[in-house]
């Protein structure tokens, strides 16, 4: 139930609107059914303000609720450069980050999953790096949804977080596509090395197809 219902927190039970803090099974149950009765739901509520900070407009239109995960009606882009997105609520981390790529990759940094989804239903990244002990939202289910959208499918994960936090992963529950780990503070060396490996395999696909 753990996903259900980090789902549902997220989307206050049916879609982009007010978060529910304490949900009930009762609450979850109804909230299921009620998404149910239709193919497809849409949100009557804007997500958040018309313009974010990421200069992107959001419509109120965008989003369903379809089997209980969030999907997007629009059709995601490929972005020209390597589009490489960074989860993290430390904010020195995510300026770091800016520094280290904005020159060779398109980048996109946020403090929090809600924002990051948000942008994600409209652009397909080449990789994505989460804080392993992100607030408001477990990283293993902000992964699994954003693979749920079309073209994401095997979008690849890389964990952040101190030496103490990403000792602390079971390894055993890890799924394949988090195809690693970069320590914060995070080294220009590591990273690097983490997007070359990703890029490389793209580039390596297309060249055989």
């Given at each position: 139930m753990?996903?259900n219902?980090?789902i549902f927190?997220?989307?206050?039970?049916?879609?982009?609107?007010?978060?529910t803090?304490?949900v009930?099974?009762?609450e979850?149950?109804?909230?299921?059914?009620?998404?149910?009765?239709?193919?497809?739901?849409?949100?009557?509520?804007?997500?958040?303000s018309?313009k974010t900070?990421t200069g992107?407009d959001?419509?109120?239109q965008?989003?369903?609720?379809e089997?209980?995960l969030?999907t997007?009606?629009?059709?995601?882009?490929?972005?020209?450069?390597?589009?490489?997105?960074?989860?993290?609520?430390?904010?020195?981390?995510l300026?770091?980050?800016?520094?280290y790529?904005?020159r060779?990759?398109?980048?996109?940094?946020f403090?929090g999953?809600?924002?990051?989804?948000f942008f994600l239903n409209h652009?397909?990244?080449?990789l994505?790096?989460i804080d392993?002990?992100?607030?408001?939202?477990?990283?293993?289910?902000?992964a699994e949804?954003?693979?749920?959208?079309?073209?994401?499918e095997?979008?690849?994960?890389v964990?952040?977080?101190?030496e103490?936090?990403?000792?602390s992963?079971?390894k055993?529950?890890v799924?394949?596509?988090?195809i690693?780990?970069v320590?914060?503070?995070?080294a220009?060396?590591?990273?690097?090395?983490?997007?070359?490996k990703?890029i490389?395999?793209?580039n390596?696909?297309?060249?055989?197809e």
């Open positions: 753990a996903l219902r980090d927190q997220l989307t206050g039970g049916k879609g982009f609107g007010n978060v803090s304490n009930t099974d009762e979850l149950t109804k909230s299921k059914a009620s998404a149910k009765t239709e193919e497809q739901l849409v949100t009557s509520e804007k997500p958040l018309k900070s992107f959001f419509s109120d965008d989003y369903v609720i089997s209980d969030v997007p009606v629009v059709k995601a882009k490929k972005s020209e450069k390597p589009l490489i997105v960074v989860v993290d609520d430390d904010f020195e981390t300026d770091l980050l800016e520094i790529l904005k060779n990759y398109q980048y996109e940094g403090s999953p809600r924002e990051a989804i652009n397909i990244p080449d994505v790096f392993c002990k992100i607030h408001t939202m477990k990283a293993l289910t902000f949804i954003i693979r749920t959208g079309s073209g994401r095997n979008v690849p994960f964990f952040l977080g101190t103490e936090e990403l000792a992963i079971n055993d529950l799924p394949e596509y988090f690693g780990q320590k914060r503070p995070v220009r060396g590591s990273l690097q090395e983490m997007i070359d990703v490389k395999k793209e390596n696909e297309s060249v055989t």
